[in-house]
């Protein structure tokens, strides 16, 4: 039983489109990441929720849009794919309580822009 | 700001070759500090911890100890295997958030 799922695992399109990450947890956590990975490995907090309450934004352009429906999903939509967002995208939990503590991650999501 | 930086990669080494991959971080206040690893196609997944100054944390035959005086929190490894062949982070525990090193690369060939 997977702790942290998500998906798709593989997602290919054209530029402009639009497409959305899904992530679900089973762990009974409260707080959740997204983070994206560049080709180089370099791994990068974009958002977290807390109870589906927006914790973290970074510098994320606005063409991402987190959405939490409830604690234990936290999905990804992407407005006009542009090439420079391929990447891996993971999606983590944890049981902040305060301190980040251990993160579990998902298998990622590898998006390809073309 | 709080920030992680770890030795560049890949290192290469043959089986049962000892291991170190350098960690120093940059931090206000006394943050735990975490090595994840990746292996092939898969997420991160924690590999040890430490709490605070002079724990050591160990898991798997790998070692690391939080060391306050230099701030550093480097990885060791006596004996490699090739299974242990993967990507290596260093994270940083903010309040909010884990802030993670650039990642080394580790290719053990037997």
């Known amino acids: 039983d997977t702790a942290v799922s998500q998906t798709p695992k593989y997602l290919v399109t054209q530029m402009g489109n639009d497409k959305s990450i899904k992530c679900e947890q089973n762990?009974?956590?409260?707080?959740m990441y997204w983070y994206k990975q560049d080709s180089k490995k370099f791994l990068k907090i974009m958002f977290s929720?807390?109870?589906?309450?927006?914790?973290i934004n970074e510098t994320v352009p606005n063409r991402f849009s987190p959405k939490s429906p409830d604690k234990a999903h936290l999905n990804l939509h992407i407005n006009s794919l542009e090439l420079g967002d391929s990447a891996v995208y993971f999606c983590?939990?944890?049981?902040?309580?305060?301190?980040?503590?251990?993160?579990?991650f998902g298998e990622g999501s590898r998006l390809t822009v073309l | 700001g709080d920030s992680v930086t770890q030795m560049e990669g890949p290192v290469t080494l043959s089986e049962e070759a000892f291991l170190t991959i350098n960690c120093t971080y940059t931090?206000?206040?006394?943050?735990?500090l975490f090595w994840y690893v990746q292996y092939p196609g898969e997420g991160l997944q924690l590999l040890l911890k430490?709490?605070?100054?002079?724990d050591k944390g160990s898991n798997k035959g790998f070692e690391a100890t939080y060391r306050k005086e230099t701030t550093s929190f480097h990885l060791e490894k006596g004996s490699v295997q090739v299974s242990d062949s993967a990507v290596y982070f260093c994270?940083?525990?903010?309040?909010?958030?884990?802030?993670f090193g650039t990642g080394t690369r580790l290719q053990v060939f037997p």
């Open positions: 983590a939990s944890s049981q902040a309580g305060g301190r980040t503590g251990e993160l579990f």
């Open positions: 994270a940083l525990d903010m309040a909010d958030k884990l802030i």
């Open positions: 762990l009974g956590h409260d707080t």
């Open positions: 929720y807390n109870n589906k309450e927006l914790i």
């Open positions: 430490a709490t605070k100054a002079d």
């Open positions: 931090a206000t206040g006394y943050p735990s």
